[in-house]
């Protein structure tokens, strides 16, 4: 169950008792577990390290965040807070490019989130704001009422996919300390020893006639293709 009055504490503070100032706020923890699973990974976020990290004892960590699952539902939310996803004036493709931008901007910084489930997310001002704003802008592109929220949900579910790539492709090149880049590169030799090219005449066929030369990126392409999709949907 989403610890409420902690997920929402900037826009309903909790009144807080007397006595002496404490020496840290929520804010600053969170931060702190943030910092520290950017630079190691999410497990290593643990309540002791963070304590450790911010110098109090764990026990007085537990004061401001009643448990691990709160800290990481906390973490989660502000980072998805974080992208700022605000584009008054802008055309309803200008607002779903940036929310593409900012949102894989997101895993790259914070490649621990491809640990984390994003099925059941916190509810809390992060997510809530990804989802004002995707479905204002399905509003502002003419959707049909009844086709909004589903529109809105498709453009999710199709940029975060390759959002989450690009954040696992950062934690798995942090971890093993080699790009995938240099992955495939190791890997030369499979298509000239291993690769069966009669047993796979169609990528053979594709090879041949430069189908595999770089230009526009799978996401670019998908996601020309869903928004065009959604705009003859609404003509």
């Known amino acids: 169950m989403e610890n409420y009055p902690l997920l929402w504490r900037r826009s309903r503070p909790v009144k807080k008792a007397a006595g002496r100032p404490a020496r840290l706020t929520v804010d600053t923890v969170v931060a702190a577990a943030i910092r520290i699973a950017d630079a190691d ?9 963070v304590a ?3 110098g109090v004892a764990t026990m007085t960590l537990y004061t401001y965040v009643p448990s691990r699952a709160d800290l990481v539902a906390l973490m989660v939310d502000d980072v998805l807070l974080a992208r700022r996803l605000t584009a008054a004036g802008e055309s309803w493709r200008e607002r779903v490019a940036l929310f593409a931008a900012r949102t894989r901007e997101m895993f790259l910084a ?6 984390v489930s994003l099925v059941r997310p916190p509810l809390g001002p992060g997510t809530m704001a990804e989802r004002e704003f995707l479905i204002a ?8 009422t009844a086709a909004i929220n589903r529109a809105a949900l498709s453009i999710t579910a199709y940029v975060y996919a390759f959002a989450r790539e690009a954040g ?6 942090r971890s093993s300390g080699q790009s995938t880049e240099s992955w495939w ?5 499979f298509w000239e020893n291993w690769f069966d090219v009669e047993a796979h005449p169609a990528m053979t066929a594709l090879w041949n006639a430069g189908g595999f030369d770089e230009g526009q990126t799978a996401f670019e ?9 959604i705009e003859r949907s609404v003509e």
Do not use: F, K, N
Request: aromatic share 4%.
């Open 41 to 49: 990974g999410l497990e290593a976020a643990s309540m002791a390290r």
């Open 52 to 54: 450790a990290d911010l």
């Open 110 to 115: 914070h490649p621990w989130l491809t640990e």
């Open 137 to 144: 802008t399905m509003t502002l592109a003419g959707v049909p």
């Open 168 to 173: 696992e492709d950062a934690r798995l090149s």
């Open 185 to 189: 590169h190791e890997r030369g030799d």
């Open 221 to 229: 392409y998908g996601l020309a293709l869903l928004l065009d999709g």
